[in-house]
């Protein structure tokens, strides 16, 4: 079964940058043949949350929240979905997660603290 893998995520201080990865655990899945693919992210005692997705190449949504801070792109040869994240927030503290949307396909998530 197709999962997806996240990556990059860590302890970084308020104002610092992350970026965060997200591919398949296997051969055979094509990230490019997904038309959406989201991220998200559910802090402790809150609901899971969209925070941006990549429609195609190219049509981005972003939450209220990350806009201007955060940018969701896509890498067709290396078949990897990116978050880069800069002028983290407290607030931003989160596991974040990968999906194919509509699929059902999510990845583990990624453990993000932005704490000084």
């Known amino acids: 079964q197709v999962q997806l893998v996240e990556s990059g995520g860590g302890l970084v201080q308020p104002g610092g940058s992350l970026r965060l990865s997200c591919g398949p655990s296997?051969?055979?899945?094509?990230?490019?043949?997904?038309?959406?693919m989201g991220w998200y992210r559910q802090a402790p005692g809150k609901q899971r949350e969209l925070v941006a997705r990549?429609?195609?190449?190219?049509?981005?949504n972003y939450a209220d929240s990350v806009k201007g801070r955060f940018t969701i792109s896509r890498d067709k040869a290396k078949n990897t979905v990116y978050l880069q994240m800069n002028s983290l927030k407290p607030e931003d503290t989160a596991v974040y997660y990968c999906?194919?949307?509509?699929?059902?396909?999510w990845g583990q998530g990624t453990q993000v603290t932005v704490s000084s």
């Open positions: 296997g051969s055979g899945f094509s990230i490019s043949s997904i038309s959406v």
């Open positions: 999906t194919a949307e509509g699929t059902g396909i």
């Open positions: 990549i429609i195609s190449s190219s049509t981005t």
